[in-house]
């Protein structure tokens, strides 16, 4: 079920969601830094967010490199063709949720459970944002084989498959 009628934006809605996620990230971390959020900062604990602010960077970064360098999802999609293997056999958006991750990452060194409540915001957006933009698409690009697909595979969240 192909249709050459219904364009996807070269970059999706990308752009929007990491400038506006980099954007509240910095803020966050800036009203942290001025004493703004001193309620929610955590002393004792801080070496535990910062250890699981390297992991999320870390994963961040991996789901990165395997969907656009080693898998090409540029040059898969110029090619029409969907990807279920690797990183895409785990979730769905791994560009998106790389960056989802990565942002954590930056918030947890921050070691402020306030700012703990962007990413969730994060995840709500970037959940609406793809139901009402490029889901549509692939599922007018690839038709069954895209719903069969997001059955097995989360949108956001890498997990295994069902």
Not at 42 to 63: D, H, K, Q
Not at 90 to 103: D, G, H, Q, T
Request: hydrophobic share 50%.
């Amino acid at each position: 079920m192909r249709s050459d009628d219904f364009k996807m934006p070269a970059f999706g809605v990308g752009p929007i969601y990491v400038l506006s996620c980099l954007f509240l990230t910095t803020l966050g971390i800036m009203f942290r830094d001025k004493g703004f959020l001193s309620a929610g900062q955590m002393e004792w604990e801080r070496l535990i967010f910062v250890a699981f602010g390297i992991l999320f960077l870390f994963g961040g970064m991996y789901l990165w490199i395997h969907a656009v360098i080693l898998q090409r999802i540029n040059e898969k999609v110029r090619e029409r063709k969907l990807l279920t293997t690797g990183v895409y056999g785990y979730v769905r958006n791994p560009v998106y949720s790389a960056f989802l991750f990565i942002f954590t990452g930056a918030l947890l060194f921050a070691a402020n459970y306030l700012l703990l409540l962007l990413p969730i915001l994060f995840w709500a957006t970037l959940t609406l944002l793809m139901k009402q933009t490029e889901e549509k698409w692939l599922f007018r690009q690839f038709g069954e084989e895209y719903l069969t697909y997001s059955r097995k595979v989360n949108r956001v969240i890498p997990w295994f498959p069902k």
